[in-house]
């Protein structure tokens, strides 16, 4: 059987991940973001990229209007795209603040909304899932993070409600909660010469931070059949950071 899987923010980090291991397990993926060229365009038989602006309603409509006419309804979304801005609640600039509710949770169920839709048109016995890219910061509180981290939470909060609205339906949906990720937004908001730049959320009791592919693995158990009496839950993919804090060495 052939499954869709619509993946947001896959141009780079934990998106891209989770495309790329879906691609390993025979999926077919449709790829969005806002990097890639207009038009969908055929990497493989399985593999499609799409430009698709999530803080734009029209975008998302237009591209699952594409998507849906080529290949019918999907069986799995993965929200991924998102943004960062770091800094003090108290100091944080409002384009700010708005910007990361219009990307980070807005535009996320924008795109859940436009996939129920399509999804409501399967037959009710079809693998339908949605996951949610969250974060341990909408968990942990965290300075330097809070605006980033309530629309986090706001997400997960979603994550619930819809899990809960959907259920009958056979819709599952759920979250992963991951810590510091090494990825390009990451690394891009580290810059030590930066101002309010990105401080990791925690030194990890396993030494490291997690890669996408760590992230991406968890996706993939949601969308398999093992998770099959799996709905509403939030998995923090954050190699034990919250459960105890480790002072970083001096």
């Not at 807005?106 to 890219?133: E, K, N, P, T």
């Not at 979250?175 to 030590?192: F, K």
């Not at 099959?228 to 060495?249: C, L, Q």
Request: charged share 15%; proline share 4%.
């Amino acid at each position: 059987m052939n499954r869709i899987a619509v993946v947001t923010g896959a141009a780079s980090g934990i998106g891209q991940a989770a495309a790329q291991r879906l691609l390993s397990a025979q999926w077919t993926v449709i790829m969005l973001d806002v990097a890639f060229d207009a038009g969908m365009t055929a990497l493989n038989d399985h593999s499609y990229t799409l430009r698709c602006d999530v803080a734009d309603r029209a975008s998302i409509d237009s591209a699952f209007s594409q998507i849906t006419d080529r290949f019918g309804a999907p069986d799995a979304l993965v929200c991924s795209a998102g943004v960062l801005r770091i800094g003090a609640l108290a100091d944080m600039d409002p384009t700010d603040f708005d910007t990361l509710y219009t990307v980070n949770t807005r535009g996320a169920w924008l795109c859940a909304r436009a996939a129920i839709q399509a999804m409501r048109m399967q037959r009710s016995d079809a693998l339908r899932r949605i996951v949610f890219v969250g974060s341990i910061s909408g968990i942990r509180p965290k300075v330097g993070n809070g605006a980033y981290g309530a629309q986090k939470a706001a997400l997960h909060i979603l994550t619930g409600v819809l899990a809960a609205e959907l259920g009958g339906e056979g819709i599952l949906v759920n979250a992963v909660a991951p810590g510091t990720v090494d990825t390009p937004m990451i690394r891009a908001n580290s810059d030590p010469g930066r101002t309010g730049r990105y401080r990791p959320s925690g030194t990890s009791p396993l030494g490291r931070v997690a890669t996408p592919e760590d992230v991406a693995a968890v996706i993939e158990f949601y969308l398999g059949e093992q998770s099959n009496y799996v709905t509403g839950t939030v998995i923090p993919v954050d190699g034990g950071t919250r459960g105890a804090f480790i002072p970083a060495s001096a």
